[in-house]
């Protein structure tokens, strides 16, 4: 079936466009699918951004709740262009990467793939 991802990165300057993915979201319209898998830590930001600004608990917080709002709002999206809609909501250092299509054969293993091919390291799934 046809799915659409979308890295999640910590983007502390969004002006400068950069970013370091903590996660990946898997929207699969056909299954009524929508998960978003978070990295356990914030190794990968604080290296790419070191500095007195770097908050790794404010980060891990903000992880938290992208997650459980996208999770939320998430239950209602009909289309691709729903979650497209929701990432122009976002105002905050967290940003979605635009949608990208991907063929999904299983969506939970899709996104376990898609977690460990783009952001690496164990996800708060894994955790638990």
Do not use: W
């Amino acid at each position: 079936m046809r799915g659409y991802y979308a890295l999640i990165q910590y983007c502390p300057e969004p002006s400068r466009a950069e970013g370091a993915n903590v996660g990946v979201v898997l929207y699969c319209p056909e299954a009524k699918f929508l998960d978003v898998q978070m990295s356990l830590d914030n190794d990968h930001a604080r290296r790419m951004f070191t500095g007195a600004t770097f908050d790794s608990e404010r980060l891990s917080a903000a992880k938290s709740a992208f997650a459980n709002r996208l999770k939320q709002v998430g239950q209602d999206f009909r289309s691709v262009e729903d979650l497209e809609q929701f990432m122009r909501t976002r105002g905050n250092a967290l940003q979605l990467v635009p949608p990208r299509p991907v063929r999904v054969d299983e969506p939970a293993a899709s996104l376990k793939q898609l977690f460990a091919e783009l952001v690496g390291g164990r996800s708060r799934a894994d955790a638990h």
